[in-house]
Protein backbone atom coordinates (compact mmCIF):
# COMPACT_ATOMS: atom_id res chain seq x y z
CA UNK A 1 0.00 0.00 0.00
CA UNK A 2 1.44 3.10 -0.94
CA UNK A 3 2.05 5.60 1.59
CA UNK A 4 4.27 8.40 -0.11
CA UNK A 5 2.11 11.79 -0.31
CA UNK A 6 0.32 12.27 -4.13
CA UNK A 7 1.66 16.06 -3.30
CA UNK A 8 4.02 17.45 -0.92
CA UNK A 9 4.46 21.01 -0.71
CA UNK A 10 7.44 22.16 1.61
CA UNK A 11 6.84 26.19 2.17
CA UNK A 12 5.73 26.96 -1.15
CA UNK A 13 5.99 30.96 -2.08
CA UNK A 14 5.01 32.37 -5.15
CA UNK A 15 5.93 36.15 -5.75
CA UNK A 16 4.20 38.54 -8.40
CA UNK A 17 6.38 41.39 -9.38
CA UNK A 18 3.87 44.42 -10.45
CA UNK A 19 5.69 47.41 -10.99
CA UNK A 20 7.72 48.27 -7.95
CA UNK A 21 4.25 46.22 -5.84
CA UNK A 22 5.84 42.83 -5.16
CA UNK A 23 2.46 40.48 -4.57
CA UNK A 24 2.73 37.82 -2.56
CA UNK A 25 0.58 35.28 -3.85
CA UNK A 26 0.99 32.16 -2.05
CA UNK A 27 3.11 32.64 1.16
CA UNK A 28 4.75 29.59 2.77
CA UNK A 29 2.16 26.89 2.40
CA UNK A 30 3.18 22.95 3.23
CA UNK A 31 0.48 20.29 2.35
CA UNK A 32 1.25 16.67 2.08
CA UNK A 33 -2.09 15.29 0.39
CA UNK A 34 -2.44 11.39 0.16
CA UNK A 35 -3.49 8.89 -2.08
CA UNK A 36 -7.27 8.85 -2.40
CA UNK A 37 -8.14 11.61 -0.53
CA UNK A 38 -10.91 13.43 -1.69
CA UNK A 39 -10.01 17.46 -0.80
CA UNK A 40 -11.60 21.27 -1.08
CA UNK A 41 -8.84 24.14 -1.28
CA UNK A 42 -11.02 27.28 -0.57
CA UNK A 43 -10.85 31.03 -0.21
CA UNK A 44 -12.10 34.19 -1.40
CA UNK A 45 -10.97 35.76 -4.29
CA UNK A 46 -7.33 36.96 -4.03
CA UNK A 47 -6.56 34.08 -1.28
CA UNK A 48 -4.18 32.70 -3.57
CA UNK A 49 -6.17 28.79 -4.25
CA UNK A 50 -6.16 29.46 -8.21
CA UNK A 51 -2.38 30.16 -8.05
CA UNK A 52 -1.63 27.14 -5.18
CA UNK A 53 -3.60 24.51 -7.89
CA UNK A 54 -1.54 26.28 -11.48
CA UNK A 55 1.52 24.84 -9.18
CA UNK A 56 0.28 21.44 -7.87
CA UNK A 57 -0.71 21.43 -11.67
CA UNK A 58 2.74 22.07 -12.86
CA UNK A 59 0.96 25.19 -15.57
CA UNK A 60 3.36 27.54 -13.05
CA UNK A 61 6.56 27.10 -10.89
CA UNK A 62 7.00 28.11 -7.03
CA UNK A 63 9.38 31.24 -6.68
CA UNK A 64 10.46 29.45 -3.70
CA UNK A 65 9.95 26.03 -1.50
CA UNK A 66 9.86 22.14 -3.15
CA UNK A 67 7.01 20.32 -5.05
CA UNK A 68 7.00 16.55 -5.25
CA UNK A 69 3.90 14.87 -7.23
CA UNK A 70 4.05 11.21 -6.72
CA UNK A 71 7.49 11.28 -5.71
CA UNK A 72 8.57 13.31 -8.50
CA UNK A 73 10.75 16.73 -7.86
CA UNK A 74 8.72 19.44 -9.81
CA UNK A 75 10.96 21.91 -9.30
CA UNK A 76 13.87 20.33 -11.43
CA UNK A 77 12.28 20.08 -14.54
CA UNK A 78 11.79 22.56 -17.46
CA UNK A 79 8.60 23.30 -19.46
CA UNK A 80 8.50 20.51 -21.46
CA UNK A 81 9.04 18.19 -18.87
CA UNK A 82 6.40 19.32 -16.74
CA UNK A 83 4.09 19.55 -19.86
CA UNK A 84 5.04 15.21 -19.92
CA UNK A 85 4.17 14.85 -16.10
CA UNK A 86 0.81 16.65 -16.47
CA UNK A 87 0.05 14.54 -19.30
CA UNK A 88 1.32 11.02 -17.60
CA UNK A 89 0.13 12.15 -13.76
CA UNK A 90 -2.71 14.96 -14.05
CA UNK A 91 -6.36 15.00 -15.19
CA UNK A 92 -7.99 17.91 -15.32
CA UNK A 93 -11.15 19.48 -14.67
CA UNK A 94 -12.35 23.01 -15.89
CA UNK A 95 -15.65 25.15 -15.17
CA UNK A 96 -15.98 25.44 -18.75
CA UNK A 97 -15.50 21.82 -19.58
CA UNK A 98 -13.43 22.61 -22.91
CA UNK A 99 -14.56 20.25 -25.01
CA UNK A 100 -13.59 20.15 -29.09
CA UNK A 101 -17.49 21.05 -30.38
CA UNK A 102 -17.44 19.32 -33.70
CA UNK A 103 -16.10 15.98 -31.88
CA UNK A 104 -17.98 13.32 -30.52
CA UNK A 105 -17.73 12.40 -26.35
CA UNK A 106 -15.31 9.29 -27.20
CA UNK A 107 -12.77 11.63 -29.59
CA UNK A 108 -12.97 14.42 -26.87
CA UNK A 109 -12.06 11.39 -24.68
CA UNK A 110 -9.26 10.11 -26.17
CA UNK A 111 -7.58 13.75 -26.89
CA UNK A 112 -5.02 13.12 -23.82
CA UNK A 113 -3.53 9.94 -25.54
CA UNK A 114 -2.74 11.66 -28.48
CA UNK A 115 0.34 13.12 -26.44
CA UNK A 116 0.99 10.12 -24.37
CA UNK A 117 4.57 9.37 -25.31
CA UNK A 118 4.07 5.91 -25.25
CA UNK A 119 2.05 5.31 -28.43
CA UNK A 120 -1.27 4.16 -28.23
CA UNK A 121 -2.52 2.07 -30.84
CA UNK A 122 -6.11 3.71 -32.18
CA UNK A 123 -8.18 0.16 -31.05
CA UNK A 124 -6.65 0.84 -27.19
CA UNK A 125 -7.39 4.42 -27.57
CA UNK A 126 -11.10 3.69 -28.01
CA UNK A 127 -11.15 1.19 -25.91
CA UNK A 128 -9.96 3.14 -23.35
CA UNK A 129 -11.95 6.23 -23.68
CA UNK A 130 -15.12 3.47 -23.71
CA UNK A 131 -13.76 2.17 -20.17
CA UNK A 132 -13.80 6.30 -18.98
CA UNK A 133 -17.27 6.63 -20.15
CA UNK A 134 -18.88 4.23 -18.84
CA UNK A 135 -16.93 4.74 -15.10
CA UNK A 136 -19.29 8.43 -15.59
CA UNK A 137 -22.21 6.72 -17.01
CA UNK A 138 -21.96 8.43 -20.53
CA UNK A 139 -21.29 5.15 -22.42
CA UNK A 140 -23.94 5.41 -24.20
CA UNK A 141 -23.84 8.64 -25.36
CA UNK A 142 -20.76 8.46 -26.58
CA UNK A 143 -21.17 9.28 -30.68
CA UNK A 144 -22.85 12.74 -29.38
CA UNK A 145 -20.80 16.44 -30.02
CA UNK A 146 -21.17 18.52 -26.90
CA UNK A 147 -24.49 20.68 -28.43
CA UNK A 148 -26.01 17.33 -27.90
CA UNK A 149 -25.68 16.76 -24.45
CA UNK A 150 -26.69 18.64 -21.62
CA UNK A 151 -24.54 20.84 -19.25
CA UNK A 152 -24.38 17.71 -16.70
CA UNK A 153 -23.56 15.22 -19.44
CA UNK A 154 -20.85 17.74 -21.18
CA UNK A 155 -18.97 17.58 -17.44
CA UNK A 156 -19.15 13.90 -17.54
CA UNK A 157 -17.28 13.94 -20.56
CA UNK A 158 -14.77 16.57 -19.19
CA UNK A 159 -14.37 13.71 -16.34
CA UNK A 160 -13.75 10.90 -18.56
CA UNK A 161 -11.43 12.76 -20.22
CA UNK A 162 -9.36 13.22 -17.41
CA UNK A 163 -9.44 10.17 -16.38
CA UNK A 164 -8.52 8.12 -20.10
CA UNK A 165 -4.46 8.12 -18.90
CA UNK A 166 -5.08 6.79 -15.86
CA UNK A 167 -3.74 9.85 -13.96
CA UNK A 168 -2.41 9.89 -10.24
CA UNK A 169 -4.44 12.74 -9.65
CA UNK A 170 -7.50 14.45 -10.53
CA UNK A 171 -7.65 18.40 -9.99
CA UNK A 172 -11.12 20.02 -10.63
CA UNK A 173 -11.26 23.35 -10.83
CA UNK A 174 -15.11 24.86 -9.81
CA UNK A 175 -16.49 21.91 -12.04
CA UNK A 176 -19.85 22.73 -10.59
CA UNK A 177 -19.78 26.31 -11.68
CA UNK A 178 -21.30 26.18 -14.64
CA UNK A 179 -23.97 23.78 -13.51
CA UNK A 180 -27.47 24.16 -11.59
CA UNK A 181 -28.04 23.02 -8.45
CA UNK A 182 -29.61 19.42 -9.56
CA UNK A 183 -26.97 18.80 -12.16
CA UNK A 184 -23.83 19.72 -9.17
CA UNK A 185 -25.02 17.25 -6.61
CA UNK A 186 -25.05 14.28 -10.18
CA UNK A 187 -22.13 15.53 -10.66
CA UNK A 188 -20.18 15.90 -7.43
CA UNK A 189 -22.04 12.20 -6.61
CA UNK A 190 -19.99 11.40 -9.88
CA UNK A 191 -16.42 12.62 -8.02
CA UNK A 192 -17.79 10.49 -4.90
CA UNK A 193 -17.65 7.09 -6.96
CA UNK A 194 -14.31 7.89 -8.19
CA UNK A 195 -13.37 8.81 -5.04
CA UNK A 196 -14.34 5.54 -3.49
CA UNK A 197 -12.29 3.35 -6.08
CA UNK A 198 -9.41 5.01 -4.83
CA UNK A 199 -8.68 8.14 -7.22
CA UNK A 200 -6.86 11.06 -5.12
CA UNK A 201 -9.38 14.49 -6.36
CA UNK A 202 -8.04 18.09 -5.55
CA UNK A 203 -11.22 20.58 -6.25
CA UNK A 204 -11.11 24.13 -5.69
CA UNK A 205 -14.38 26.00 -4.97
CA UNK A 206 -16.20 29.00 -3.37
CA UNK A 207 -19.18 26.86 -2.55
CA UNK A 208 -19.80 25.20 0.94
CA UNK A 209 -22.31 22.90 -0.43
CA UNK A 210 -20.01 21.23 -3.27
CA UNK A 211 -16.98 21.17 -0.47
CA UNK A 212 -19.27 19.19 1.88
CA UNK A 213 -19.09 16.42 -0.80
CA UNK A 214 -15.22 16.50 0.14
CA UNK A 215 -13.67 14.76 3.11
CA UNK A 216 -11.16 17.41 3.71
CA UNK A 217 -11.29 21.11 3.39
CA UNK A 218 -8.78 23.55 3.37
CA UNK A 219 -9.22 27.01 3.70
CA UNK A 220 -6.95 29.90 2.77
CA UNK A 221 -6.61 33.50 2.95
CA UNK A 222 -3.74 35.74 2.18
CA UNK A 223 -1.99 33.29 0.67
CA UNK A 224 -1.62 31.17 3.27
CA UNK A 225 -3.74 28.25 4.92
CA UNK A 226 -5.78 28.89 7.48
CA UNK A 227 -7.92 26.08 8.54
CA UNK A 228 -7.03 21.99 7.18
CA UNK A 229 -9.68 20.17 8.53
CA UNK A 230 -11.54 17.02 7.98
CA UNK A 231 -15.41 17.68 6.64
CA UNK A 232 -16.93 15.09 8.62
CA UNK A 233 -15.43 16.64 12.10
CA UNK A 234 -16.33 20.36 10.95
CA UNK A 235 -19.59 19.49 10.19
CA UNK A 236 -20.37 17.62 13.01
CA UNK A 237 -19.34 20.36 14.85
CA UNK A 238 -21.71 22.79 13.21
CA UNK A 239 -24.54 20.08 13.99
CA UNK A 240 -23.71 20.15 17.43
CA UNK A 241 -23.53 23.95 17.60
CA UNK A 242 -26.89 24.08 16.08
CA UNK A 243 -28.47 22.03 18.66
CA UNK A 244 -27.26 23.96 21.41
CA UNK A 245 -28.72 27.04 19.86
CA UNK A 246 -31.89 25.36 19.45
CA UNK A 247 -31.86 24.17 23.27
CA UNK A 248 -30.70 27.81 24.64
CA UNK A 249 -33.36 29.12 22.17
CA UNK A 250 -36.25 26.92 23.85
CA UNK A 251 -34.94 27.68 26.85
CA UNK A 252 -35.37 31.51 26.49
CA UNK A 253 -38.78 30.91 25.42
CA UNK A 254 -39.89 28.80 28.38
Known sequence: MQTRPVIQLTDIHKVYQ???VEVRAVNGVSLDIMPGEFVAIMGSSGSGKSTLMNMIGCLDRPTGGSYFLDGIDISTLDRNQRAVIRNAKIGFIFQGFNLLS??????NVEMPML??????ANTEQRARAMRSLELVGLATRSDHKPNQLSGGQQQRVAIARALVNQPSLLLADEPTGNLDSQTSIEIMGVFQKLNEAGITVVMVTHELDVASYCKRMIILRDGRIRTDELVARRLNAEVELNKLRAAQQAVKLV
Open 18 to 20: TGE
Open 102 to 107: RTTAQE
Open 115 to 120: YNQARI
